[in-house]
Each structure stands twice: as structure tokens, then as C-alpha cells.
């Protein structure tokens, strides 16, 4: 804080919009990352299926990808980082969905693995992709609803030349 006693900046949009947003945003993540930690196994089953990485780095993906979903999604609860996290995971929903188009476009009946890891569960369509899109708008806005105004400068503090 400059010696005024305000704030450097303020972000864009209603604080309490962007609060609300983030805790969704980090219950979904946070969500979404459960069952993928606890079964490793079974999500690089369901990352496989999407025949995108090779089979060497599948494993690594789908223990990595759980936990760095539920550290962006407390990170998110706590408050701090918010803009970084946005950003973080406005480019992961942007990986998802085109990990997702390309699966449909070449025909292969995909089930995503976001939430459930169960090979019986629907088979994702082009009409569910609302959902992505969804959560990718609500990772945008946390991003960009968080970029700082400059300050203006006070009326007294202006020169008077």
C-alpha cells in the first residue's frame, strides 16, 4: 500500500461474483480430483483411451494431472494465487476440451475421466461439451476478473502545474 493508505490496484468485477466463482471453481476441481488420486490405475486407463500421449507418459500424467488439480483447487479456497490459478487451469480446460474434440472427431467413444472413473459411465457427446465450456468461461473470468487496475492518483495528489 502506497503511504495514502490504498491499495495499489483493485480487480476487475464484483468481489463477491469472483468469491463465489472461485470456491465453485475449487469445489469442482477439488472434486474432480478424488477418485483420479485414489486410482491412479484407472485414470491412466481412461488417459490411454484418449490415444493422444505415449504409453511411457501416461503414468506420469495421471498422477501428476489429480494433484495438481486438488493443489489449484485448495489454493483457490485459501485465496492466494487466484489469478495464477486461473490461469493454470483456463490452460488445463483448454487441453481438456481439445483432448476431448479430437477423441470425438476420430470417433473414439470416450469416457473424459473428470469426475468418474467408471468405464460404464456415457460415453461423452458433442452436445456435453457445455460442461467444458462452462467451467473453461468460469477459469477465464477468475483469471481475467483478478488483473489489476493501476491505481489513479488522487485529486490532491495530482501536480498542479
Not at 491412466?44 to 503414468?59: C, T
Not at 461423452?124 to 477468475?142: G, K, P, V, Y
Request: hydrophobic content about 55%; charged content about 15%.
Amino acid at each position: 500500500m502506497p503511504a495514502t493508505g490504498r491499495p495499489v490496484g483493485r480487480t476487475l468485477g464484483n468481489r463477491k461474483i469472483l468469491t463465489i466463482l472461485r470456491f465453485a471453481v475449487a469445489a469442482a476441481f477439488i472434486a474432480a480430483s478424488w477418485q483420479k488420486i485414489l486410482h491412479p490405475v484407472a485414470f491412466a486407463d481412461i488417459i490411454e483411451n484418449y490415444q493422444i500421449l505415449s504409453v511411457a507418459v501416461v503414468p506420469l500424467v495421471a498422477v501428476w494431472l489429480p494433484w495438481t488439480e486438488l493443489f489449484a483447487g485448495v489454493v483457490l479456497v485459501v485465496g492466494v494465487w487466484t489469478r495464477a490459478m486461473g490461469l493454470l487451469l483456463t490452460v488445463l480446460m483448454f487441453v481438456f476440451i481439445a483432448g476431448l474434440v479430437q477423441a470425438m472427431a476420430r470417433g473414439i467413444d470416450i469416457q473424459c475421466g473428470c469426475f468418474s472413473l467408471d468405464h460404464q459411465a456415457a460415453a461423452r457427446s458433442w452436445t456435453s461439451l457445455w460442461q467444458e465450456f462452462l467451467l473453461l468461461a468460469a477459469c477465464l473470468w477468475l483469471w481475467i476478473g483478478h488483473w489489476k487496475e493501476p491505481a489513479r492518483p488522487r485529486e490532491e495528489e495530482k501536480s498542479t502545474d
